[in-house]
């Protein structure tokens, strides 16, 4: 079942921040965001799974709650670079490694100065 | 460099013309998958392989068949094209270990157009 995404686009400007959401309607094992700009491929970001513990950019922050079956994208002080479109990709329940991650329509995020 | 690499990037073709996307990955990956990616679609799966000779179903399978005879590669075949796979392909991998989720690296797409 694809997760939801919102919103499905946004403007920024320069130095201001932004929240995408992520929510599904069954409980989650893992949360995976990506970041694709315009013409390439999808680029890891972070992966947020039950639990607590996460795997990704530094720089990059996100929560993950749980209860509500969603999850949180934090961009903050954004900059030009940011600009592209964010996947979540949810995995209902531990695939065991098989990687049934069912990614969301995206949200594209654009920057000006 | 690590990189997982496709070939073409780009095609045009006819429907029911025969065609395979090559995929190769560097990294010594276990796990290949390839995704289609349409406007307001996002990123759906057709296949994924666990490991050399291992392949299974993903969303979106029909009209697609895989092959993973050596660890690095993992084609695409489409033996009758229609008109509804034209769409951005991608293809990644990522190390597989039993229970545990991994991030996956993307190709770089090939964007296939069928009349």
């Known amino acids: 079942q694809q997760p939801v995404q919102s919103p499905q686009a946004v403007i920024l400007r320069e130095g201001e921040d932004a929240v995408i959401n992520c929510s599904s309607s069954?409980?989650?094992?893992?949360v995976h965001w990506y970041r694709q700009k315009h013409g390439e491929a999808p680029v890891f970001l972070m992966i947020?799974?039950?639990?607590?513990e996460q795997k990704g950019h530094d720089k990059i922050s996100a929560s993950f709650n749980e209860k509500k079956q969603q999850s949180s994208l934090y961009l903050t002080a954004s900059q030009l670079s940011y600009s592209g479109t964010y996947f979540c990709g949810t995995e209902i329940g531990n695939s065991g490694g098989y990687q049934k991650v069912t990614f969301g329509t995206g949200t594209k995020l654009q920057v000006i100065p | 460099e690590a990189q997982v690499t496709q070939n073409p990037r780009y095609l045009i073709t006819v429907t029911g013309k025969k065609l395979t996307v090559t995929c190769s990955q560097n990294m010594n990956h276990e796990y290949m998958s390839w995704y289609r990616q349409d406007p307001g679609l996002g990123l759906r799966q057709i296949y994924y392989?666990?490991?050399?000779?291992?392949?299974d179903k993903g969303d979106v399978p029909e009209g697609y068949k895989v092959s993973r005879k050596e660890k690095r590669n993992f084609p695409l075949i489409l033996e009758s094209p229609s008109p509804n796979q034209t769409s951005l392909y991608f293809c990644a991998s990522s190390p597989f270990t039993k229970g545990q989720t991994y991030e996956q690296y993307f190709g770089p797409g090939t964007r296939l157009t069928v009349t």
């Open positions: 392989s666990m490991n050399v000779e291992v392949t």
């Open positions: 069954k409980a989650l094992y893992s």
């Open positions: 947020l799974l039950k639990g607590g």
